[in-house]
Structure formats: structure tokens, C-alpha cells
């Protein structure tokens, strides 16, 4: 059955400093994998997806995400964090099969900025 | 274009009683689905629709119903709410196609049940 995991349930970092988010999924073939963030009270936003081809995926807000195959992982990252980045973040495996679209949820990530 | 649109924002229930949220995209989307958010869990799928007429369960559909009875509307019903349904309910539509085209998330539905 697919998976989503993610370790680090909440992270703090300071304004300014580098942030990477883990993810690590279990899924058979090759996955659709997404990063969402959410802002309190609000719904989800799409960061950034990957489907195939160049493994290093970039996205919204200075957001880029590295495709690991061997590793299993699709982790986050951005070069140097603003402080309205805090939010919750939410790493998802799209199920390929059966063309259902149905998406698997990690748990989420909260992400702390420290002025 | 308003995208994926929910209603109500906020309801308070109290045990036993029933109530309908609606979704709906004016994106001619075929797909729709309803997550529900709970902390320390993510997004759960609860049930979805790959057409009009049609539904699916997912991960956690005990306790709701749904109908798509035209493809601009997806319903999801508590009979006889519990305790254990207060969460954040989302709903969400996507293009027909590749499993991985773009998801389009409504703003949510925060309820309480009592």
C-alpha cells in the first residue's frame, strides 16, 4: 500500500536560514509526489510536483524539491527562509494507478520562523 | 471563476443530528473529493467521484454518505454526527487525465460536533 511519511513533525528555523522538509514515501512504480503548504485557517496550496524527468523540481516561492529514487524521498527545500513561510506543510503521493487521482497524505510538517 | 468553493465555513453539531456540506468547482473538473484533517494525521480521504454519478470510497468513509448528482456539486452527509467526526473537512476537484495533474483544494469546513 502507498505511503507518506514524514519524520520531523515540527521544525524551527531562523528568518534567513536554510530549511529542508524530509519526506519518504512508499510506493510501487514511479510516483506522482506534490508538497502542499497551509497557512492557518486556510486550504491547501500547491508548492511544487513532480511526474518524471529532471529529478530537481522547482517551484512557487523559491521552493525546490529533489526526486531520490534509491532513497525514496522527496524532500523540500528552500535557500533561505522568510518568515511567512510558517505554516504547515504536507508532502502527498498521487496513486498512479487506476487513474482514481487519489492522493496520500503525510502527516505534516509545522514549520516555525524565528525572527 | 471561483474555483473550488465550500459551504458552510463553520457548523456546530450536536450528536445525532444530520447535516449536508456542499462542494462546488466551476471547473467542469471530473474529479472531486472529500478529505477530512485531523492533527497529527494529515488529510485522510474519506470518499470521491472520478464522474458525475458516481462515488468511491477512501481511507475513512464510515459514518458519510455522498452523492454527485451533477458534476459542478459533490455532497457529503452525516447521518447521525459523532464526536469523532469534529475535524476540518476539505474538498478538492481535479481534471480528468493523468493521475498527477493539478488538485484544486476548497477553503474547508471546520465542524464541531458536540
Known amino acids: 500500500a502507498q505511503s507518506v511519511t514524514q519524520p520531523d513533525i515540527h521544525i524551527t528555523v531562523s528568518e534567513g536560514a536554510s530549511l529542508e522538509l524530509r519526506c519518504n514515501y512508499s510506493y510501487g512504480a514511479t510516483p506522482y509526489l506534490f508538497w502542499y503548504v497551509q497557512s492557518p485557517g486556510q486550504g491547501l496550496q500547491l508548492l511544487l510536483k513532480y511526474f518524471s524527468g529532471d529529478t530537481l523540481v522547482q517551484g512557487i516561492k523559491g521552493f525546490e524539491a529533489e526526486f531520490k529514487r534509491s532513497q525514496s524521498s522527496f524532500n523540500l527545500r528552500k535557500p533561505s527562509v522568510h518568515w511567512s513561510d510558517a505554516a504547515e506543510y504536507f508532502c502527498?503521493?498521487?496513486?498512479?494507478?487506476?487513474?482514481?487521482?487519489?492522493?496520500?497524505f503525510g502527516q505534516g510538517t509545522t514549520l516555525q520562523v524565528k525572527p | 471563476n471561483a474555483g473550488v468553493t465550500q459551504t458552510p465555513k463553520f457548523r456546530v453539531l450536536k450528536t445525532g443530528q444530520s447535516m449536508t456540506l456542499l462542494c462546488a468547482q466551476d471547473m467542469n473538473h471530473e474529479y472531486m473529493y472529500w478529505y477530512r484533517q485531523d492533527p497529527g494525521m494529515g488529510l485522510r480521504l474519506i470518499h470521491y467521484s472520478v464522474g458525475e454519478g458516481t462515488t468511491a470510497k477512501g481511507e475513512v468513509p464510515d459514518g458519510y454518505n455522498v452523492s454527485r448528482l451533477k458534476k459542478q456539486n459533490f455532497l457529503l452527509g452525516l447521518e447521525s454526527a459523532a464526536p469523532s467526526q469534529t475535524s476540518v473537512y476539505f474538498c478538492?476537484?481535479?481534471?480528468?487525465?493523468?493521475?498527477?495533474?493539478?488538485?484544486?483544494f476548497g477553503p474547508g469546513t471546520r465542524l464541531t460536533v458536540l
Open positions: 478538492a476537484s481535479k481534471s480528468g487525465g493523468l493521475a498527477g495533474g493539478s488538485r484544486f
Open positions: 502527498a503521493v498521487g496513486d498512479g494507478s487506476g487513474n482514481t487521482g487519489k492522493l496520500i
